[in-house]
């Protein structure tokens, strides 16, 4: 099992860029989350997906989209990329029936 | 909205010695709280949760606990080791549908 995978680890981008963070989880998980990590502002949720076909907004959602293309996957967009989005992204699973997140290594995004 | 916090900041402590990291949440009627561990660089590890029925969870060296009605958690760390040296996070759930709300975390260095 390799658990929770994201890809890229590291991305740079010019501000107005767009690129897609890609996450994917191997354990059947119904339940997949995006997290932001910033200095001084611990995790906030950006979206969630209960479950395939579903998603919801969280604390910070202005500025990003997601995709559940399937039940092991959950996209992160972000269209216009802008400075205020640099920050460390962390994708995150669990099953409905345990409460324990499993996270992804995260990807680090600068937004010059 | 729940707030949670978690203090102190930072913590520097000699190898051996037992330590307790404190959380403290703004709303008590919360419907589980979890401790995580982060390394540098690394995405979250779920070390304890507890449910709001209970009021301790064990694992080895780490004792969690939980007083609802003072909005309170410590994590207790017996003999602690350069091995535990990592940032310790808390986050409180409201309801079985609500996502977690993080606190900013507990840096701790275990010196040799």
């Known amino acids: 099992n390799a658990g929770v995978t994201q890809t890229p680890k590291f991305q740079v981008l010019k501000t107005g860029q767009s690129m897609t963070l890609q996450c994917a989880q191997d354990?059947?998980?119904?339940?997949m989350y995006w997290y932001r990590q910033d200095p001084g502002m611990g995790l906030r949720l950006i979206y969630y997906s209960a479950s395939e076909g579903t998603t919801d907004k969280g604390e910070v959602p202005n500025g990003y989209n997601v995709s559940r293309l399937n039940k092991r996957e959950f996209s992160l967009r972000l269209e216009s990329a802008a400075p205020s989005q640099t920050s460390v992204y962390f994708c995150?699973?669990?099953?409905?029936?345990?409460?324990?997140?499993?996270f992804g290594p995260g990807t680090r995004l600068l937004v010059l | 909205k729940q707030e949670v916090t978690q203090i102190p900041a930072a913590l520097s402590v000699p190898e051996g010695e037992n330590l307790v990291l404190n959380c403290s949440f703004t709303?008590?009627?919360?419907?589980?709280l979890q401790w995580f561990r982060q390394d540098p660089g690394k995405g979250l590890t779920s070390l304890l949760l507890i449910q709001s029925s209970q009021r301790e969870q064990t694992s080895g060296r780490l004792n969690a606990s939980l007083d609802k009605s003072s909005g309170r958690s410590t994590l207790y760390i017996a003999a602690s080791q350069p091995g535990d040296s990592a940032t310790y996070l808390c986050a409180v759930k409201n309801s079985g549908n609500t996502p977690l709300v993080f606190g900013k975390g507990t840096r701790l260095s275990v010196i040799a």
């Open positions: 354990m059947n998980h119904n339940s």
């Open positions: 709303d008590s009627a919360i419907y589980n």
């Open positions: 995150a699973s669990r099953t409905e029936y345990q409460e324990t997140q499993y």
